[in-house]
């Protein structure tokens, strides 16, 4: 809630409240506000060489705004300006300590918990920006495009660098690899987001997809799962 006062030392004015995006650490069920969301491109190999480039020298990394998650069961929206949304699974990484230039030996510390996300993209959008030399924050930012599962404590998941991943479309598998594909590790990425910017508790980073990226149409189920991890069920409107 905002407060406002006048100068004549009349009682506050509450003039509107605004809403804050949370998540969940599971089992604890303690709730996180989240803050930045960090997403990283290109970081598995086959999905660099199906996009047409080459794999990075460093990771590619790119920000969603908050106005972006939605939660499992919420239907994602195409935007009216794209005629080809992509779904790309991802393993999400919840941030739940500060810190700024982490040593990579320091870095693993840093993880709250794990969990499902999907970077719904708008190809056609991202690629005349990318053409244009433009940003394409517009391609990947839109609403509903960050789907994002609760998060499980880091301590219950034995090895974060060895998941299966994967993603149906109306019960046909589009999308299925193994976090140990991963080009940057997570201690690599979270090192690397913090020497550029300081990480804060409840910052989320999306660790990249797989190959098998594809269009979604009106009507879609989308099922997300990293098991052991966490689940995601979408219709697209």
């Not at 999308?175 to 913090?194: A, C, E, G, H, P």
Request: neutral net charge; hydrophobic residues 40%; charged residues 20%.
């Amino acid at each position: 809630m905002i407060e406002f006062h006048s100068y004549f030392n009349s009682p506050p004015v509450f003039l509107y409240s605004f809403y804050m995006k949370t998540t969940k650490l599971l089992p604890v069920n303690k709730e996180f506000r989240i803050n930045n969301i960090f997403c990283v491109g290109k970081n598995y190999a086959d999905h660099a060489k199906e996009m047409g480039g080459e794999v990075p020298k460093e990771p590619i990394i790119f920000l969603k705004p908050t106005s972006a998650v939605i939660d499992s069961g919420q239907a994602i929206v195409l935007p009216k300006i794209s005629k080809n949304v992509h779904h790309e699974v991802e393993l999400t990484i919840l941030i739940g300590k500060r810190g700024k230039d982490i040593p990579l030996s320091e870095a693993m510390q840093h993880v709250a918990g794990y969990g499902v996300g999907l970077d719904m993209t708008m190809r056609d959008k991202q690629s005349e920006a990318k053409k244009g030399g433009n940003p394409w924050s517009i391609s990947k930012g839109f609403d509903t495009s960050a789907p994002l599962s609760p998060f499980i404590e880091a301590s219950m998941i034995t090895d974060p660098h060895n998941l299966e991943i994967r993603l149906t479309v109306n019960g046909k598998e589009r999308q299925r690899s193994n976090t140990k594909n991963m080009i940057y590790r997570i201690d690599v990425l979270i090192s690397f987001l913090s020497s550029i910017f300081t990480l804060e508790e409840g910052d989320i980073i999306y660790t990249g997809t797989p190959e098998g990226v594809a269009q979604v149409i009106a009507g879609d189920v989308l099922e997300a799962e990293i098991p052991g991890v966490g689940k995601l069920l979408h219709t697209v409107q």
